[in-house]
């Protein structure tokens, strides 16, 4: 991982996307020439000390040619509050790349890639990361799962990429009533040749279970994007400690967010 770099970047947007989920548009080429893939920032929110934390952001889009980049987030408290509030012009304080991100995968590699809510916001660098490399409209397959139709947001950045896009919704309300894992069950059983497949995810905990699940039982590799409340976002604590399989934890915000899905117990 390179070393972090501390910048007061220029927000060059801000708007909101979906209800409560906002996406932020910064001035950082420094940053944007070293992050990778499920990286993340980590955001002080505001000019006092209130809140004190900074919050942990993950990149959704990187532009290298401009240096800006993209971070969507949802707003669920104080810190992301003041965050949607702030307006293009103004500057914002940032740690970044921070973690451990995706390892893209060989070009003879077939993609599934699986967002659920919020964590659809880091795979959609991930799927354009690949879609580069790999030139292959049949090398990505991109499931997203959200509550509701309103929700949803990132599915037509996916298809100006020409990945293939399939999306569910718990309500039903757009694409396949249901759960992205089940699109991921029944994409499995169409293929009969998965022995070249790797499986990326972030999401909720529950959903990333699933993913591990259906990974193990198809002997599939599968990498996985954890969100957890982060504090010092560089290791120092142990407030993101997940449990390991092998002995003791493991650190998020340093070993992770993204982890080999044999690595971490999630049950």
Known sequence: MSTPIVSLAEIIQNSEIAPDIYRMELQAPEITQKANPGQFLHIRCSDTVSPLLRR?????????????????????????QLLCQ???GSRVDIIGPLGRGFPLPDKDKTSVIIGGGIGVAPILYLAEKI?????????ITVLL????????FGI???????????????DGTLGYKGFPTDLLDKYLKMHQDISR???YACGPKHMLSRVK???GGKNIPAYLSLEERMACGIGACLGCSVKSTQE?????????PVFEAGEIDLD
């Open 156 to 170: 037509e950045f996916l298809e100006s990429l020409g990945v293939k896009t399939i999306v569910a919704t718990d």
């Open 86 to 88: 702030k307006s293009p």
């Open 197 to 199: 497949h790797v499986i």
């Open 56 to 80: 942990p952001i993950s990149i959704a889009q990187i532009n290298e040619k401009t240096g800006n980049m993209g971070i969507i987030y949802r707003v669920v408290g104080e810190g992301t």
């Open 131 to 139: 879609a580069q490399q790999h030139k292959n409209d049949n090398s």
């Open 248 to 256: 003791g934890y493991k650190k998020v915000c340093k070993d992770g």
């Open 213 to 215: 699940t259906i990974a």
């Open 145 to 152: 799962g959200f509550v509701t139709k309103q929700e949803a």
